[in-house]
């Protein structure tokens, strides 16, 4: 094999619908809103029962399997990305 | 060692390979879908489907393949940038564990005045920002992103590439064995379990990655003796060792280098010792679009040498040097039930074996 570049100007989404990216842009920022909402929520209620929230912020074992972990955040992936993964509307 | 980072930063790695795992689990699949549909409508050639320009024009304008391909390239970017980010805020005390002297069984030798090749200086392998010798954090860093790589698809202590390596070698007894280009070496630990009567080496070109190795070598109670060379010139006697391994090291260097590291290899092993490289597999035993979507790494990925290493004739380089030569395959967990983004294969595993006297 000789060459496999990519379309024009190393833009590798040139053929992929701006309302699907739009889609992606979308969906994320409703779930980082509703997210953000809920966390704020949750923080205030805690902080109203006296608990430390310093776990928060603790180190963990950095890329360590866990297939609960892992499962939930390819459902949010999935979700988010919906859009690109079908044919172009 | 202690690897840890904090939850935020874990956070923001999980979603990076949540896109890897997008890729690979549902954009390859429907775009595979797609084009064998397309393959059973038009019927090109299979001499069509070996040539990337004709499969550039197929999929090239593809929203599917463009966009498979570009979230492979963001993630592969987004994955380095954030196990850096999150080690980063550790370096003082990383760095401090690495430099800590151990009189535990094994060694760890560094070389600073050993030359880089242009090749290795020149060139962020797979992405990785400072490659594997120029930023004091770059075993660690690979260690993670590795996993982040590989979707987790590694086992969880990150060996079955050791571990297929070990399903195909030949029975027998071995007193010294050499793996070149370990980088943290962890890959190698089921041939010290398979092989535990025999001393283990490893050589690398970069120092953190030995530093680490060595490091993560005792924390495992792996003994091993690490040594900083080029395996294109390595300073062992003739005939030294009866095994000889390589895991994903052929590929990362130009086909010249892969002559010498190869006659090199040959010249200390011992009559009757065996050299085996585990790859990913040559394109031509891939079916045209993993192959394809394989070689794309070439230029999207950092791999400079890949195109020219996967369809090179491996086995004719081992005859030259005087090896009798077989190739074998081997399961593969990463690229096994479920694929990776290029598609599912087994390992290739190129043995030679150097005639007794
Ligand atoms: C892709 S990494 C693989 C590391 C390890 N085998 C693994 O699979 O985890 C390639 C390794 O080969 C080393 N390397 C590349 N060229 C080399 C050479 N000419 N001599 C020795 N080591 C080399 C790199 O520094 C790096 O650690």
Same mark, same amino acid.
């Given at each position: ?89 | 060692?202690?690897?840890? !980072? ?6 923001? #790695? ?6 890897? =795992? ?18 059973? +409508? ?6 069509? #489907? &070996? ?12 929203? #599917? ?8 390239? #963001? ?7 954030? =196990? ?8 003082? /005390? !990383?760095?401090?564990?690495?430099? *800590? ?50 979707? %987790? &698809?590694?086992?969880?202590?990150? /060996? ?7 399903? =195909? ?6 007193? *010294? ?25 490893? !050589? ?53 280098? !892969? ?5 090199? +290899?040959? &010249? ?41 290493? %996967? ?18 395959? +081997? %399961? ?13 294969? &087994?390992? %290739?595993?190129?043995?030679? *074996?150097?005639?007794?006297?």
């Amino acid at each position: 094999m000789e060459d496999n570049t990519q379309g024009i100007s190393g833009d590798y989404f040139s053929n992929v619908s701006k309302s699907d990216m739009m889609r992606v842009v979308l969906a994320l920022a409703t779930e980082v809103y509703a997210m953000r909402d809920r966390q704020a929520v949750l923080e205030d209620i805690l902080l109203g029962c006296d608990i430390d929230l310093a776990r928060l912020d603790e180190q963990v074992d950095a890329a360590v399997y866990d297939e609960d972990r892992l499962a939930e955040r390819d459902a949010f992936v999935a979700r988010v990305f919906a859009a690109m993964a079908g044919p172009a509307r | 060692m202690d690897m840890r !980072i904090s939850r935020k930063h874990q956070a923001r #790695l999980d979603l990076v390979e949540g896109l890897k =795992v997008f890729v690979a689990g549902q954009l390859m699949p429907t775009l595979r879908q797609e084009f064998e549909g397309w393959c059973a +409508a038009e019927d090109p050639s299979e001499e069509q #489907l &070996r040539n990337s320009q004709f499969m550039q024009a197929t999929l090239g304008a593809n929203p #599917l393949y463009q966009a498979s391909r570009g979230l492979q390239r #963001l993630s592969q970017e987004a994955m380095w940038q954030e =196990v850096i980010y999150g080690l980063e805020q550790r370096r003082p /005390d !990383i760095e401090e564990q690495l430099d *800590r002297e151990d009189q535990a069984a094994g060694s760890l030798t560094l070389n600073p005045d050993l030359m880089m090749p242009d090749y290795y200086d020149n060139t962020e392998f797979h992405l990785q920002p400072g490659n594997f010798h120029k930023n004091t954090l770059a075993g660690p860093v690979y260690e993670i992103g590795v996993a982040t790589y590989t979707m %987790h &698809r590694y086992g969880k202590a990150g /060996d079955e590439m050791g571990r297929a390596l070990v399903s =195909v070698l030949p029975d027998r007894h071995c007193k *010294r064995v050499l793996y070149m280009g370990c980088g943290p070496a962890y890959k190698g630990y089921p041939l010290i379990d398979a092989l535990p009567e025999a001393e283990h080496w490893g !050589i690398d070109l970069a120092a953190p990655m030995l530093k680490f190795a060595r490091h993560r070598a005792i924390e495992h109670e792996k003994p091993m003796h690490f040594s900083q060379m080029n395996a294109e010139e390595m300073t062992f006697p003739d005939g030294h060792f009866d095994l000889i391994y390589c895991m994903l090291l052929l590929h990362e260097v130009p086909t010249r280098a !892969i002559e010498n590291i190869v006659n090199e +290899a040959a &010249r200390v092993l011992a009559p009757g010792g065996v050299l085996a490289n585990l790859e990913l597999p040559s394109y031509a035993s891939l079916d045209p679009l993993s192959a394809f979507l394989m070689d794309w790494d070439t230029e999207h990925n950092g791999e400079p040498f890949w195109r020219d290493y %996967h369809q090179m004739d491996l086995k004719q380089t081992y005859r030259d040097a005087g090896l009798e030569t077989k190739l074998t395959e +081997a %399961h593969s967990e990463w690229g096994g039930a479920k694929g990776n983004y290029m598609g599912k294969f &087994r390992y %290739h595993v190129t043995m030679g *074996r150097k005639p007794e006297a």
